[in-house]
Every structure is written in structure tokens, then in C-alpha cells.
């Protein structure tokens, strides 16, 4: 158990650490005001970094105490902790529990033993990650452990070989905690937490279905009550029956949809639903049947003139289109990407030099590669469904670019706005999009993957 107490010098080590951060503190109050943005965002970093190595130091702690405490002792090291260090008492629990989790132990007869998930603890021993997000990951592994266990159980009572059943289970948690181990590299909290409901899918795929009588007990739409003009209803509907709602939902909460080049939608998305519902419900009643897909993709007509279609004049032009009249030529370009256009070329004197038809598209079958590839937007932490991403040329039409599924990538209207504006770079590397930050957010500009369509 040597390696586990605290030595002699732990105290010398820490006054000194102490002293340094404290003269730094007072020292660079000033200081910071007079930094650069760039310089700015470093020092945030490495500060981030520092409180990450503080809380690792705090579960070194809380493992010493549980480990050095007198057996005869009266209190329990949460007790102990909560009383010393004046924290909460699940504070000290947390603690304690996740040390067991991400540290090294010994076992009874004191041979070494590696942390239960070995990936993970190496990203909060670096100072990669904070606990609390180490925390997050553990009790979701902890939670599938469960699961698969007794997957493995029913499967084993279901006939299957015991021996392959269990090495699935083992592969399966494997690649589990390196994938949320991935996630939690480049991105925060809240996107982790949306790659584990992920798992969580995959790990129980059948979940806990309701009976055939229970469906039909609490299926249903039901008018509740008038409100100032407003009518509630509750909706209970089975899986299937949500996607088809959301996918009408989503239909009209798209910000692309009915929004020329001057207005701006101003109601939030609970009302751009709620008009896409009795838009659908409309259509519905005047045709007998709903859009299977939403009905076709926009077909725009535009007058452009060559060079502007091109971006090759140094002045700003302008394009006209059909019904919306004039345009910036960067919104035509960015909308040719993956809407069907009907380009009518006008030369430098306005003559028309030609008139052609569904230019630089994806085929349907190059689509249909990338929603394969991509699964979605391909944008990092973006979750946004295949149906409702546009196909983007990561070397522009514009500038040469092919028309290939090598040289194409799925994004949502909004990061396809995002990457017009030339900020983020997209590359396509070993036949995935790639995407680079701007340095004002990552200064090393370290290439970034969306994982969420990845599990």
C-alpha cells in the first residue's frame, strides 16, 4: 500500500504550489487586461487545465483517506472529508466513488491493480477532463455494465454460447468507453451526455415496450383545456408515431423554410412547429394525402452574371432571383450547392450567354452515399438528421470542385451558412470530413469530427 500514502514531502510540495498560484493571482490582476486575445485564450486554457489536475489531486485525497483511516476510527472518510474540508456530503461521496473508479489500487494481497476504466483515468490524470465529467462517463459505463450483464444472462438462457455472448458483452463496453473517451477530447459536457443516450440505444435496442393493451390504453390525442385564447393538447404517441410527427415538425422549424433574403422568422421554434403541424394538416385536407418527403427540393431561378457566379469580381454584385428579386451572388452560391438551379448567364453586357439546367447538383446516388458516410450533419456536435442537411462542396463548383462524393459533405442550414463565411475550413481526410477551427477558438486549430453519427 506504499504507493498510496501521502510522503513526507506532500506538504512541503503543496505549501509550495500554494505560494506560486497565490503570488500569481496577485500579480496578474493587471497583467491579463493587457493581453492579446490570442494570449488571452491560452491562459484561460492552461488555468482550465490546472483546476483539472486540482480535482484529480482532490480524488487522490479522498482515496488516502478512505485507505490510511484508522480502523477504530469513529467516523467515515465522508464524514471525515465533509467535516475537514467543509463540502457537502454528497460532495464527498462523489469523491470517493469516483476514485475508486479512475484511480490505481492494490488488491488484498497488495498486487497492482489498474483502474476499472483505464482510458477514462488517463484523461483526468493529464488534466484532459474534470472529474465531474470523468463522472458522467463513469456512471453511464457503470450503467451499461448493468445492462449487458443482463443482456448476456437472457441470452445465454435463449440458447447462445455463453463463451461469445460474453466476449460481445466485453467488446461492446470496450468500445463504449473509448468512444466516450473521444467525445470528451474535443467536446464539452452536454454533447457527451447526447453520445450516451446513443449508446444507451445501442446497448438496449429493444427497451421496455408497453404491452398491446397498455398502447392502446394511453395512445391518443386529447383536447385538454381553453386558456386566454389558447387551446392545450396532449399528445401520446409510440415511437413510430413520434417520427412521423417530428419529421413534419422539423419540416417547418428548418429556418430556411418561407424566409426571404430580408425577413427575419422572429417566433421561436415551439411556434414555427406548431404552424408546420397545421400546414401539414391542411395539406392533408386539400389533397388527401401528405408530401412524402416534404415535397421537391427548391428549384430557383437566378440571373447571375458569370464572373459574380464565380466570385471573381473584386466589387460586390448582385444576383436576381424569381420571386425574392435581388440576391448576393454568395447566397446564390452557397444555395447552388444542393438546390436544384436554373442559372441564366448574362455577359458583361447584360446579354444572355447561356440558360442551363440543374447544374453542379449531387446525383441522387452520390446523396444517397453520403447520408451513408455521413449519417447527418457532418459538422462537429451538430445532430441534425440526414433529411434535413444539404450536400456542400468542400472544394467549391465555383472553384473548380467536382461534383463527387469525395469532394461532398452533408451540413445542416446552419453550419452550411458557417462554412460559406470562410471561417471553419473543411477537408475531407481518409474519406471523412474534418472540419478546422478558426483560431480565435482553438489557436492549434486541431482537425475536428462530428462522432455523435458515428456510435
Not at 100 to 114: E, G, I
Not at 153 to 168: K, S
Not at 221 to 237: N, V
Not at 326 to 353: F, N, Y
Amino acid at each position: 500500500m506504499e504507493a498510496l500514502l501521502i510522503p513526507e514531502t506532500t506538504q512541503v510540495e503543496l505549501e509550495r504550489i500554494h505560494q506560486l498560484l497565490s503570488n500569481w493571482i496577485s500579480g496578474e490582476t493587471f497583467r491579463l487586461s493587457q493581453l492579446s486575445e490570442a494570449e488571452t485564450l491560452k491562459t484561460a486554457t492552461m488555468v482550465e487545465q490546472i483546476h483539472h489536475l486540482t480535482e484529480y489531486a482532490q480524488l487522490l485525497v479522498a482515496q488516502a483517506v478512505e485507505q490510511n483511516l484508522n480502523i477504530e476510527a469513529k467516523s467515515k472518510p465522508g464524514e471525515l472529508l465533509q467535516a475537514r474540508l467543509q463540502i457537502t456530503r454528497a460532495e464527498a461521496r462523489r469523491r470517493i466513488e469516483l476514485a475508486a473508479q479512475l484511480l490505481p489500487s492494490r488488491s488484498l494481497t497488495a498486487a497492482p491493480l489498474d483502474p476499472p476504466f483505464n482510458n477514462l483515468a488517463e484523461l483526468v490524470r493529464t488534466g484532459t477532463v474534470d472529474s465531474r465529467t470523468a463522472g458522467v462517463a463513469v456512471k453511464a459505463l457503470e450503467e451499461a455494465s448493468v445492462k449487458t450483464s443482463a443482456n448476456l444472462t437472457a441470452a445465454v438462457r435463449a440458447g447462445e454460447d455463453a463463451t461469445a455472448a460474453n466476449l460481445h458483452r466485453t467488446e461492446l463496453l470496450a468500445d463504449m468507453e473509448k468512444s466516450l473517451v473521444r467525445t470528451m477530447r474535443d467536446h464539452d459536457i452536454d454533447f457527451l451526455r447526447t453520445i450516451i443516450r446513443r449508446w444507451d440505444t445501442v446497448i438496449d435496442q429493444d427497451g421496455t415496450l408497453p404491452d398491446e393493451a397498455e398502447l392502446r390504453h394511453r395512445q391518443g390525442i386529447f383536447k385538454d383545456r381553453e386558456h386566454r385564447g389558447l387551446t392545450l393538447f396532449k399528445i401520446f404517441a409510440d415511437q413510430s408515431q413520434t417520427e412521423t410527427l417530428l419529421t413534419v415538425l422539423n419540416a417547418g422549424s428548418n429556418p430556411r423554410v418561407n424566409r426571404s433574403a430580408e425577413a427575419i422568422d422572429s417566433r421561436s421554434r415551439a411556434q414555427r412547429e406548431l404552424d408546420a403541424l397545421v400546414s401539414a394538416l391542411g395539406a392533408a385536407l386539400s389533397t388527401s394525402q401528405l408530401p412524402a418527403t416534404g415535397g421537391q427540393r427548391p428549384q430557383v431561378h437566378v440571373t447571375i452574371g458569370y464572373q459574380e457566379l464565380l466570385g471573381q469580381l473584386k466589387h460586390s454584385g448582385t444576383a436576381k432571383q424569381q420571386f425574392t428579386g435581388p440576391v448576393p451572388p454568395q447566397t446564390i452560391r452557397r444555395i447552388a450547392c444542393d438546390a436544384e438551379v436554373i442559372p441564366v448567364l448574362l455577359g458583361g453586357h447584360g446579354e444572355v450567354l447561356d440558360l442551363g439546367r440543374k447544374r453542379r447538383l449531387f446525383s441522387p446516388g452520390q446523396r444517397a452515399a453520403l447520408l451513408s458516410r455521413d449519417g447527418g450533419c457532418s459538422f462537429p456536435e451538430c445532430t441534425i438528421p440526414a433529411g434535413w442537411c444539404e450536400a456542400h462542396h468542400v472544394n467549391w463548383w465555383s472553384r473548380g470542385g467536382e461534383s463527387a462524393v469525395s469532394n461532398g459533405a452533408l451540413l445542416c442550414n446552419r453550419h452550411h451558412h458557417l462554412i460559406h463565411q470562410e471561417e471553419w475550413k473543411l477537408q475531407i481526410t481518409a474519406g471523412i470530413p474534418e472540419f478546422l477551427p478558426p483560431p480565435w477558438i482553438d489557436p492549434e486549430q486541431k482537425p475536428r469530427r462530428n462522432l455523435y453519427f458515428r456510435v
